[in-house]
Nanobody, 121 residues
Framework: QVQLVESGGGLVQPGGSLRLSCAAS????????MGWYRQAPGKERELVASITSGGRTSYADSVKGRFTISRDNAKNTVYLEMNSLKPDDTADYYC???????????????WGQGTQVTVSS
């Protein structure tokens, strides 16, 4: 049974940083692309960043240059390093286990429970 567990959210001041983690209980984690999404109150869930099994990354325009996605296959974990945080980054953040194989990230139905990020002074 696949489980994804996010952690690392919290309250941070504008301009601050947070690092989110997503631990996956899945065999052969290295074969899976991974994605980070966020959903702000009253808004649709949006893709923030993704990383393929080969380590290729992609970012939403709104976070380029501020967020970095990475993975540690030995720990079955994907990270989202968030810097220069803005109030608009306030949302629940979710990780998604991508569909295995291929050279791009495509989402699957496997989601974590989410971790809340609040950027406020």
């Amino acid at each position: 049974q696949v489980q994804l567990v996010e952690s690392g959210g919290g309250l941070v001041q504008p301009g601050g940083s947070l690092r989110l983690s997503c631990a996956a209980s899945v065999i052969s984690f290295s074969l899976y692309p991974m994605g980070w999404y966020r959903q702000a109150p009253g808004k649709e869930r949006e893709l923030v960043a993704s990383i393929t099994s080969g380590g290729r990354t992609s970012y939403a325009d709104s976070v380029k240059g501020r967020f970095t996605i990475s993975r540690d296959n030995a720990k079955n974990t994907v990270y989202l390093e968030m810097n220069s945080l803005k109030p608009d980054d306030t949302a629940d953040y979710y990780c998604n286990l991508g569909q295995p194989g291929g050279s791009r990230y495509y989402p699957s139905d496997y989601w974590g429970q989410g971790t809340q990020v609040t950027v406020s002074s």
